[in-house]
């Protein structure tokens, strides 16, 4: 077979779906896939609400393109924009050069919708591109900033009234991020909050048309909660720069019309020669072929495809539509080239799911289970977090993370700002320099032993962990007296200079121990777990078969808790030195060789679990570096479009 050259034309959610289904598919095939898009990033466009309403920082919802193909070797990277198609030579014309094609996929996305509505070009705001979400963010800003500035109270309130056109998915989470970010733009501009207007004009009767019936009315219920005005059954007619027109003659005065109130086919696909439908959609057959050229190996996928999944109803605009016929494409072309039967287009929808505001949705799945409020909210994340997975990008997912639970400001987020890491750390370096120490003087006092801390030639002696017989609590040829001695003495040592066990180990057998989370004097403390479960001394005994194995273990141990203490107090990879001493610690707990006096252990890992290290630590250099080393080598190092570096 000849080489196949497969080219697919645009980034979207269709595109990225097809190329990578490709790519893993004809991995041992002899093909080169060129993916073309004029941005050289993929836009997670269901999160550009997000953006626009302040939520998170416009990278969050950018994704390179380099990053999510790093390990595709035989996809190719184009940034450039398609300007038409030759479809009898099979050539894909762009600005910069000409790509012939044996397999084409057209996925470049749609545009919006103002069905010819005058003054909305001109003057009001659209949110489809990631342009689009930076852009009303930046005017937002600036026409709350301007306000808080001006004398005249009907301008005023004009210019604080934002009106958002369309109650689908995009129109109403838009709406819910302007009522999170309302009470943080008032105090930054000395507002008070209910200067703020949000308003939601829809043509409809009702709101989230695609929504059950119950669902869509427990959203309409917490958006009159938060004061969202909605206007029903209210066309705009006209939209001007400081006001808009509805049918009916009213005039709303407003500097910010939000248009989300429809989507058709991109205006870059209407030359290409291609039978189209209406809304400019491109018509496919069932196997997502462009209708008319299925001898060409065109194809039509995304929100750019016309086909009737039932008479008169053609695959809706969202995501899982966009994935799933850029899936069928890239099946056919697959069977196209290794053989095999061509595959139908069967959309499986799997629910729908509207976020409104960073705490609050609802959610319909699988036309069973209806979910609102939080519940709707976490299933969303999960939904996106699937996302990452299906395009194989744990880097992203991770990224992504990181942008909706912990880099986060104002307590926007599911967790209503408990898991943001916008706190101060400094507060914490006390509490792990100390951890560290504790670490250190317990690590110490077992190679000291019943020398003398000054004089280092009595180290190692008796009393040591380096001497004698292992004080690890299993049974192997020695004295059991021994055994239990030295697991006297190994609590002893965990005890975290407390001192709750100076007593000897005669002193401590006939002693009761005592139940308690603080050392009491006098007290003999109480081990976690008094006698080691009989699973976990088995095989404690198949990794540490003899003494002399156990004693190894044993002297290791000292050096690697001296290592992790050394490491908290310098905080270094503090994290991972956190998450080991839990699993230390209970690893101890299990041995019988830990009180609960000392069970604070745990804890306070937990508490310098949250980036402790970048405070007067060395992490605050070394993450960032290991962070851009391991990136380069794993993704490469970026590249300029057009320089050679």
Not at 347 to 352: E, P
Not at 440 to 451: Q, Y
Request: aromatic share 12%; net charge neutral; proline share 3%.
């Amino acid at each position: 077979m000849t080489k196949q050259n497969i080219v697919v034309v645009g980034a979207g959610y269709a595109g990225v779906s097809a190329t990578k289904y490709l790519a893993k598919k004809l991995k041992k095939e002899d093909v080169t896939i060129t993916l073309i898009d004029r941005h050289s990033y993929h836009t997670m466009m269901t999160e550009l609400h997000e953006v626009a309403g302040g939520r998170v920082e416009p990278e969050a919802i950018q994704y390179d393109l380099q990053h999510l193909f790093a390990r595709q070797k035989n996809v190719q990277l184009v940034t450039d924009t398609v300007t038409g198609i030759d479809k009898e030579q099979k050539v894909v014309k762009t600005k910069l050069g000409t790509y012939p094609f044996d397999q084409l996929i057209l996925g470049m996305g749609g545009e919006p919708n103002d069905f010819g509505t005058p003054g909305v070009k001109e003057n009001g705001f659209t949110l489809w591109s990631f342009e689009d979400s930076v852009k009303i963010r930046e005017h937002i800003e600036r026409t709350v900033a301007k306000a808080a500035l001006e004398p005249n109270d009907a301008l005023r309130k004009a210019m604080l009234t934002f009106v958002v056109c369309g109650s689908g998915f995009t129109g109403i989470e838009m709406i819910g991020e302007l009522i999170d970010w309302k009470k943080r733009l008032a105090k930054d501009y000395k507002l008070d909050p209910s200067e703020i207007t949000l308003m939601v004009v829809e043509a409809m009767p009702t709101i989230l048309n695609m929504l059950d019936r119950n669902d869509a009315a427990k959203a309409e219920r917490y958006l009159k909660k938060h004061q969202v005005e909605l206007l029903l059954n209210a066309p705009i007619v006209e939209v001007a720069k400081d006001h808009i027109k509805l049918k009916d003659g009213r005039q709303i005065p407003t500097h910010t019309l939000i248009w989300t109130a429809g989507v058709k086919g991109t205006s870059d696909a209407a030359d290409f020669g291609l039978e189209s439908a209406r809304g400019q959609r491109l018509v496919a057959n069932e196997y997502m072929q462009a209708k008319g050229y299925e001898d060409k190996n065109i194809y039509i996928i995304g929100d750019l495809v016309f086909y009737e999944e039932f008479p008169g109803t053609p695959t809706p605009q969202i995501v899982q539509a966009a994935e799933q016929t850029g899936h069928t494409a890239a099946a056919n072309i697959v069977a196209s080239i290794k053989g095999g039967e061509k595959h139908k287009f069967k959309g499986n929808y799997q629910g729908f799911m509207v976020s409104i505001g960073a705490k609050w949705g609802v959610a319909n799945l699988f036309d069973k289970i209806h979910l609102s409020g939080f519940l709707a909210i976490v299933m969303k994340h999960i939904v996106n977090l699937k996302y990452f997975f299906d395009i194989r990008s744990g880097y992203y997912m991770f990224q992504y993370m990181m942008h909706e639970f912990f880099h986060i400001k104002d307590d926007r987020n599911v967790t209503r700002g408990h898991s943001s890491r916008y706190g101060n750390v400094l507060w914490s370096v006390p509490l792990r320099v100390f951890y560290g120490l504790v670490w250190f003087i317990e690590a110490f006092k077992k190679i000291v032993g019943d020398g003398q801390v000054l004089k280092p030639s009595t180290w190692f002696g008796e009393g040591s962990w380096f001497t004698g017989n292992s004080v690890f609590p299993w049974t192997w040829e020695y004295n059991v007296t021994d055994v239990a001695s030295g697991a006297s003495a190994a609590g002893d040592a965990t005890t975290a200079a407390t001192g709750a066990a100076t007593s000897g180990a005669g002193e401590a057998a006939t002693q009761a121990t005592h139940f308690g989370l603080s050392y009491a004097y006098g007290e003999q403390p109480m081990a976690v777990i008094e006698k080691s479960p009989d699973w976990f001394t088995k095989m404690m005994q198949v990794i540490m078969p003899n003494n002399d194995v156990a004693m190894f273990f044993q002297k290791f141990m000292v050096f690697f808790e001296i290592a992790l203490a050394l490491a908290l107090i310098a905080g270094l990879f503090t994290w991972l030195c956190s998450a080991t001493t839990i699993v230390l610690v209970i690893t101890f707990c299990l041995s019988g060789m830990f009180y609960w006096v000392n069970i604070w252990f745990i804890f306070v890992a937990f508490a310098l679990m949250n980036g402790s290290g970048r405070a007067i630590g060395l992490d605050r250099w070394v993450i960032p570096w290991l962070q851009k080393t391991l990136g380069n080598w794993w993704y490469g190092r970026p590249k300029s479009r057009y320089g050679s570096k």
